[in-house]
């Protein structure tokens, strides 16, 4: 079992940055894959970003150039550096985690709301 827990959404206005953090517990020697989600009202979850454990990086073409997935291993954790938000970037935003022998998001965090306003 993994245990990921985010922190850091908050509520900002167009152009702000914000940093969302996501720490794992548990058996995290298993985890391979780690990486953000976003659901807005409405709408379905949809894949924003990921790192894989050698340092591997592919991002949500509406969020290249503006955000950036970092790792630090030695914490067990990963962050999302969010950069000039923009209202659609409005959302619950939830850290996950793949580990070695599942295929697929294996371990989800509770999520954290990121509000961006005009």
């Known amino acids: 079992q993994v245990q990921p827990v985010e922190s850091g959404g908050g509520s900002v206005q167009t152009g702000d940055s914000l940093r969302l953090s996501c720490v794992a517990s548990?058996?995290?020697?298993?985890?391979?894959?780690m990486g953000w989600f976003r659901q807005a009202p409405g709408k379905a979850r949809e894949w924003v970003a990921r790192?894989?454990?050698?340092?591997?990086?592919a991002y949500l073409d509406r969020v290249k150039g503006r955000f950036t997935i970092s790792q630090d291993n030695a914490k067990n954790a990963w962050t999302l550096e969010m950069n000039s938000l923009k209202p659609e970037d409005t959302a619950v935003y939830y850290c996950?985690?793949?580990?070695?022998?599942?295929?697929?998001?294996?371990?989800w965090g509770q999520g954290t709301q990121v509000t961006v306003s005009s």
């Open positions: 790192i894989d454990t050698d340092g591997s990086t």
């Open positions: 548990g058996y995290t020697s298993s985890v391979s894959r």
């Open positions: 996950a985690a793949g580990v070695r022998f599942l295929s697929g998001w294996n371990y």
